[in-house]
């Protein structure tokens, strides 16, 4: 790479989400933890550093920090929200708690547009989140703009080539937000924009072969998206180094497993082992009900089932899994990431310690949709670029309760259903996750002219760039229709469908 930005990472949710917007503008940027040390920076084409938001407040004990020296490396840098707060305290101004906190939506009015906020209006809509505020700025800053409650909502550094913002650019919140990164970026950083997805698979192709060497990859391969994109970016790489196995849990969905392997044995050519594991997983799900438990369950069966073909595999130093970042930030802490545990991810515990192997994560700082766009780079298929994300834990996450063979079967006839229908409405683009739910509740109908009392069926769809938020599909009433009437005369056991409306936060997009 010819230049980067370094963002470091005070915790912040929306930390690979800016990392998102500055490779939008064609800069590569890279997510560091929060006290990087300043040489450590100086070893790679720096050419700005934005320091992110974060739960914590600077005054507190044990509150994140950065190394104080990255504002001598002569590079500018952006503090966003607490990033801002961190910043302005090390350099000399007052950070207090706000009389009236900021959340939500709000007004910035701008009194200086030389350089930050240069061809914004006068007022521009922002979105803030923050209970603390610059103070007393000192001798040492210039504010830029202000809210109604946030006087220093925007400063500027009078000597150091350092920015503060109180608002989050990088949330499709603030309209504006994509102009006050790339002002920054190109105009303050000197930025050239000369960074493409080409870029990082050639990159990342090299890294691949410069971390395997003569041996072979593993790599777990369950025909969605990440793991399509990961085995293709690898076998491109070192080609039959490549060993992929297809752990059949019992969990997929409708003739998946035939599927995968007609599409990358017979049309890709890659070695594809099949492990039958179907007995095993759902013997150890007997009985289960707790969320957490079931994916904690499949983890260990899914650690057994490698195993058993893994170790059959000669020179197998690596696994490859297909780890985006919102699996590791929701995953909780990890490289002293403060972030919140919001749910447990098999594929980012502890399997290759288990197999005693090296791991291989090249799809680990990306989103899914920067992941698509490596995919159509690398010639997939249209149907497996664009193919909807389906969990690690297969339907198991999907049916509320216990798991037994008769609800996987409802369930998967459901969702059979759902998908046949929103592709036949031109929809399934649009929607960038469809999924059906079995809930463990029975309602009382008329079927037949007598009492039914059966299974509910819920529908989610929901339409998001990043999968971090998400907001529910807004499907036709018809096509809407169309499923439930499908779905309650054609899946036996089932008299009633319902659509959640649901956004995230606060409800994730899986129900479990």
């Given at each position: 790479?010819?230049?980067?930005?370094?963002?470091?990472?005070?915790?912040?949710?929306y930390?690979?989400?800016?990392a998102?917007?500055?490779r939008?503008?064609?800069?590569?940027?890279?997510?560091?933890?929060?006290?990087?040390?300043?040489?450590?920076?100086?070893?790679?084409?720096?050419?700005?550093i934005?320091?992110?938001?974060?739960?914590?407040?600077?005054?507190?004990?044990?509150?994140?920090?950065?190394?104080?020296?990255?504002?001598?490396?002569?590079?500018?840098?952006?503090?966003?929200c607490?990033?801002?707060?961190?910043?302005?305290?090390?350099?000399?101004?007052?950070?207090?708690?706000?009389?009236?906190?900021?959340?939500?939506?709000?007004?910035?009015?701008?009194?200086d547009?030389?350089?930050?906020?240069?061809?914004?209006?006068?007022?521009?809509?922002?979105?803030?989140?923050?209970?603390?505020?610059v103070?007393?700025?000192?001798?040492?800053?210039?504010?830029?703009?202000?809210?109604?409650?946030?006087?220093?909502?925007?400063?500027?550094?009078?000597?150091?080539?350092?920015?503060?913002?109180?608002?989050?650019?990088?949330?499709?919140?603030?309209?504006?937000?994509?102009?006050?990164?790339?002002?920054f970026?190109?105009?303050?950083?000197?930025?050239?924009?000369?960074?493409?997805?080409?870029?990082?698979?050639a990159?990342?192709?090299?890294?691949?072969?410069?971390?395997?060497?003569?041996?072979?990859?593993?790599?777990?391969?369950?025909?969605?998206?990440?793991?399509?994109?990961v085995?293709?970016?690898?076998?491109?790489?070192?080609?039959?180094?490549?060993?992929?196995?297809?752990?059949?849990?019992?969990?997929?969905?409708?003739?998946?497993?035939?599927?995968?392997?007609?599409?990358?044995?017979?049309?890709?050519?890659?070695?594809?082992?099949?492990?039958?594991?179907?007995?095993?997983?759902?013997?150890?799900?007997?009985?289960?009900?707790?969320?957490?438990?079931?994916?904690k369950?499949?983890g260990?069966?899914?650690?057994?089932?490698?195993?058993?073909?893994?170790?059959?595999?000669?020179n197998?130093?690596?696994?490859?899994?297909?780890?985006?970042?919102?699996?590791?930030?929701?995953?909780?802490?990890?490289?002293?990431?403060?972030?919140?545990?919001?749910?447990?991810?098999?594929?980012?515990?502890?399997?290759?310690?288990?197999?005693?192997?090296e791991?291989?994560?090249?799809?680990?700082?990306?989103?899914?949709?920067?992941?698509?766009r490596?995919?159509?780079?690398?010639?997939?298929?249209?149907?497996?670029?664009w193919?909807?994300?389906?969990?690690?834990?297969?339907?198991?996450?999907?049916?509320?309760?216990?798991?037994?063979?008769e609800?996987?079967?409802?369930?998967?006839?459901?969702?059979?259903?759902?998908?046949?229908?929103?592709?036949?409405?031109g929809?399934?683009?649009?929607?960038?996750?469809?999924?059906?739910?079995?809930?463990p509740?029975?309602t009382?109908?008329?079927?037949?002219?007598?009492r039914?009392?059966?299974?509910?069926?819920?529908?989610?769809?929901?339409?998001?760039?990043?999968?971090?938020?998400?907001?529910?599909s807004?499907?036709p009433?018809?096509?809407?229709?169309?499923?439930?009437?499908?779905?309650?005369?054609?899946?036996?056991?089932?008299?009633?469908?319902?659509?959640?409306?649901?956004?995230?936060?606060?409800?994730?997009?899986?129900w479990?």
């Amino acid at each position: 790479m010819k230049e980067m930005v370094a963002i470091l990472d005070f915790g912040s949710q929306y930390g690979q989400l800016i990392a998102r917007r500055v490779r939008e503008q064609n800069v590569y940027s890279r997510i560091c933890p929060a006290g990087t040390p300043a040489k450590e920076l100086t070893k790679i084409p720096l050419k700005g550093i934005i320091l992110s938001g974060g739960p914590a407040s600077v005054y507190q004990p044990n509150a994140p920090r950065c190394d104080e020296r990255i504002f001598d490396l002569g590079v500018p840098i952006l503090g966003i929200c607490y990033g801002m707060q961190l910043g302005c305290q090390i350099l000399g101004a007052e950070v207090i708690p706000a009389k009236n906190r900021e959340y939500g939506r709000g007004t910035l009015a701008i009194h200086d547009k030389a350089d930050l906020f240069a061809t914004l209006p006068d007022e521009t809509p922002i979105w803030a989140s923050h209970g603390d505020q610059v103070g007393n700025l000192g001798d040492g800053f210039v504010t830029l703009a202000s809210t109604k409650t946030c006087p220093h909502a925007a400063v500027r550094h009078r000597k150091k080539q350092f920015f503060g913002v109180q608002f989050h650019p990088e949330v499709s919140h603030t309209p504006k937000g994509a102009v006050v990164l790339k002002n920054f970026l190109y105009d303050i950083c000197g930025c050239t924009g000369d960074w493409k997805m080409s870029d990082f698979v050639a990159e990342t192709v090299q890294a691949i072969r410069r971390q395997i060497g003569d041996a072979k990859v593993i790599c777990g391969l369950s025909g969605g998206v990440d793991s399509s994109v990961v085995a293709s970016l690898i076998h491109q790489a070192i080609g039959d180094q490549l060993v992929c196995i297809l752990v059949d849990n019992g969990l997929l969905r409708r003739n998946e497993r035939e599927s995968i392997v007609s599409t990358f044995r017979d049309h890709f050519h890659m070695d594809l082992h099949v492990v039958d594991w179907s007995r095993q997983f759902l013997a150890g799900l007997a009985g289960v009900t707790d969320p957490q438990i079931k994916r904690k369950t499949i983890g260990a069966e899914f650690i057994k089932a490698f195993k058993s073909e893994a170790n059959k595999i000669e020179n197998a130093r690596f696994l490859a899994q297909g780890t985006l970042y919102p699996d590791v930030i929701e995953s909780g802490s990890k490289d002293g990431n403060p972030a919140a545990n919001i749910k447990l991810h098999h594929n980012v515990g502890g399997l290759p310690a288990e197999l005693g192997f090296e791991l291989v994560e090249p799809l680990r700082d990306l989103f899914k949709d920067e992941v698509r766009r490596v995919g159509e780079y690398l010639g997939l298929p249209e149907d497996i670029v664009w193919r909807h994300p389906f969990p690690g834990p297969g339907l198991a996450v999907r049916v509320i309760g216990e798991v037994t063979p008769e609800r996987l079967e409802v369930l998967r006839a459901a969702d059979e259903i759902l998908i046949d229908e929103i592709k036949a409405a031109g929809l399934y683009r649009r929607i960038s996750q469809a999924l059906t739910v079995l809930v463990p509740v029975s309602t009382v109908g008329v079927m037949g002219d007598e009492r039914s009392y059966e299974n509910v069926i819920a529908v989610r769809a929901v339409e998001t760039t990043d999968f971090m938020t998400a907001d529910f599909s807004r499907i036709p009433h018809e096509v809407l229709g169309t499923i439930s009437s499908r779905i309650i005369n054609e899946v036996r056991g089932v008299n009633r469908v319902v659509y959640d409306i649901s956004s995230k936060p606060p409800a994730t997009i899986e129900w479990e």
